[in-house]
């Protein structure tokens, strides 16, 4: 999936995630968890985002992992959805994912700068 993000859209998502940081400290460290696990683990952050969402992932879902890799995935994906502000982070996913794919949303929650997420990408 290719997508095309202003500016304006990035500085919006960092300043969301930064607000996110700053009010609900220990969701933010669980979803920076899951962002790593899921970079380590080489899975493609739309998957992510997608079950965060309850979405269908698709043709993102990763092929070829181990299923006790995949459980401890889920497990680590479980722990941030039973955080009781859990809620907050999928409105934010909800408001920034039709102008910031999930992708670069992972980046800046991760510490990239908005200037350098602008234009055409095809990280997943």
Same mark, same amino acid.
């Given at each position: 999936m290719l997508t095309l993000s202003n500016i304006h859209e990035l500085y919006t998502a960092k300043i969301a995630m930064e607000n996110m940081r700053r009010e609900y400290p220990a969701l933010f460290e669980k979803l920076l968890d899951l962002i790593n696990l899921t970079r380590a683990l080489q899975f493609k952050y739309y998957y992510m985002g997608c079950l965060i969402m309850e979405k269908d992932p698709g043709e993102y879902k990763p092929n070829f992992v181990y299923g006790s890799v995949h459980r401890l995935y889920k497990k680590e994906l479980q722990k941030l959805k039973e955080d009781q502000d859990f809620q907050v982070l999928k409105q934010i996913? #909800?408001?920034? #994912?039709?102008?910031?794919?999930? #992708?670069?949303?992972? =980046? =800046?929650?991760?510490g990239m700068a908005p200037e350098s997420l602008i234009g055409l990408s095809s990280i997943r």
């Open positions: 996913f #909800s408001d920034l #994912s039709s102008s910031a794919d999930y #992708s670069k949303i992972c =980046l =800046l929650v991760r």
